[in-house]
DNA sequence: GTGTAGCGTTGCACTAATGCAACGTAAGAA
DNA sequence: TTCTTACGTTGCATTAGTGCAACGCTACAC
């Protein structure tokens, strides 16, 4: 006697597919081939969904299957059952396509330039009726104001009911135009160098923070844009401090440091650059499609 | 760019449970629970669907998960499909504890003796609320006025919506009782024993029509009843053939046989037992229930 | 700071599900 | 009869799915 002990398997729903399959085919073989299975597959899931049941749902002899009662009394049920997986499948596959339409994108003007921009052709590659709105800038865009459907940002938003992630951290460099930083050869002391930094506005920026407390020069120029001093440093008009990303696209090469800068430099800042949403808009495929992208193409390991 | 080619996936239904589960849950760890799978099995699971889907529909943090607006919109589609899955699990379930009731047997008196009765004891362990009437009688019960759920037949029925399974195939045997087949050592001749054999009525019986083809015998006794003739033999009366499970019931032994009676004796009939139910019963649980433990026990292989 | 706890994810060994091919049975054709 | 065909089932090698344990990340307590 070698019954089974447990009669507690749960019902899967995939069995409910596979017994409508079977109440609709005249042999095992097509039920299998309805469902993309083999006709053995079939037999033993067959089997042991009736003994799940503990009933005999179908005759199986040489010319095929034949439904019992109890599979007669259960394929209404069962049809209900496949009418509303239907329905989900098909409001799934409605969601799917409606990659579509604008993405305003709010972020740092070098953000834009260095990380965005690249990736602009492969997001239209994979979503040819997507739009994007690039709104950079230096202030902080107001997302639950609707001004922009996605944000890159440097510092973790707090309020409101936003959608967060972190897509990676990039140090600050000291940087030149090439030939500036030839002429200038090793620094040995901060004010031996021309400076380009922040203007009083933003003078709360890490950069501009860690020029007023390591190195008190005065800069040459001042500006509350990073891509006026981008752009100055490129024209040669002195050093400054940018993001490691930015500094490689824009051609500008590091400065030599002197071992006794080089304690100060160690604590250069470090930006983390997070991606932000409103949760509403999180799941809207057009901003899914865009926010997946910069995960997969944007994020890296923590550069510690 | 390893982008993935096939996004034919079909979609399983036992993914819309998971959806659900992952909807009512905070966190994966706890939709696992309740689904009876490790945290691991519905992260992957969750990351596979939402591939399928092409679409994001959980967001995942430290916190936990926070369901996108895409989840939100296909969460009540999933729960309509849920009730209809609850209903059939429902109908399902009302299906399989109607093991009660009477289950009237119709079937030839040896079979019922020999094959029917050894099993009940089995058969109302296993269901206790079970009751069993059999009707035992040479002649064929018309299932179809619903005389009978179940019947035991030597003959495959053609007519009628009836489900029809062969259980297994007896050969007859010549036997009588240990004395007399003492006596009689080795039959030389058909006619050096006393016969016991069939009626008038029913001549068309194989044993009857063997009978008369090879052994042109005049039976001491003749009886349309085979318990009779069973009776008869026991009591010493004479030879007669039987079906070898009923020999063996009832304590007959077989009659040797000279070189010169074996080819007619290899002519003996085979019967075959077929187990008969009409369509309409057969899912029937107090009928399906007898039915299965006759497949199971009474089965054998064909005897060649 | 530094540790701790909770979350989702990943590596790996293992189990259950599957496909393929061979089999046993039954009905009809030659 | 024998052969053929179609059916469901079973054995076995392979694959896909799973659980456990370790990991990385984040927030919070200290």
């Known amino acids: 006697m070698q019954r089974k002990k447990a009669p507690k398997e749960a019902l899967r729903w995939d069995d409910v597919r596979l ?10 073989g097509e039920a299998g081939r309805t469902l993309g299975v083999d006709s053995s597959t079939v037999s ?7 003994e799940a049941l503990a009933t005999t749902l179908f005759d199986r002899n040489h010319e095929g299957l034949s439904a019992t009662k109890a599979a007669e009394d259960l394929r209404p049920v069962a049809e209900e059952t496949e009418e509303a997986m239907l329905r989900f499948a098909r409001a799934a596959d409605g969601l799917e396509r409606e990659v579509s339409g604008l993405v305003r994108i709010a972020c740092p003007p070098d953000v834009a330039n260095v990380v ?11 979503h040819p009726a997507l739009r994007v709105e690039i709104a950079p800038g230096e202030a902080v865009i107001d997302l639950t104001r609707r001004e922009a459907d ?9 309020q409101g009911d936003l959608v967060v ?42 950069a501009a ?18 891509m006026v001093q981008i ?3 490129s024209a040669g008009v002195g050093v400054t401090l940018v993001p490691e990303p930015s500094a490689a696209h824009y051609g500008l090469v590091p400065v030599r440091l002197a071992p006794s800068l080089r304690a100060a430099a160690a604590s250069w800042p470090t930006d983390e650059l997070f991606l932000v949403t409103q949760r509403a808009l ?7 499609a865009v926010w997946d992208l910069l995960r997969e193409r944007a994020a890296g390991r923590t550069a510690r």
């Open 231 to 233: 752009a100055a440093a």
């Open 44 to 50: 033993r899931r067959l089997n042991a969904l009736e």
């Open 209 to 226: 923070k860690w020029l007023e407390a390591h190195a008190k020069v005065e800069p040459v120029l001042r500006s509350d844009s990073l």
């Open 282 to 288: 999180r799941g809207v495929p057009r901003v899914a």
């Open 150 to 158: 996605l944000a890159l940002r440097t510092v973790r938003p707090a």
């Open 19 to 28: 017994f409508l399959a079977l109440c609709r085919a005249r042999t095992v």
């Open 116 to 126: 965005v921009t690249p990736l602009l052709r492969e997001l239209f590659t994979r």
């Open 165 to 206: 992630t972190r897509l990676t951290s990039v140090r600050w460099v000291l940087v030149a135009a090439v030939e500036l930083a030839q002429g200038l050869g090793t620094l040995r002391a901060w004010d031996d160098a021309p400076w380009v930094s922040w203007g009083a506005r933003l003078s709360m920026v890490g």
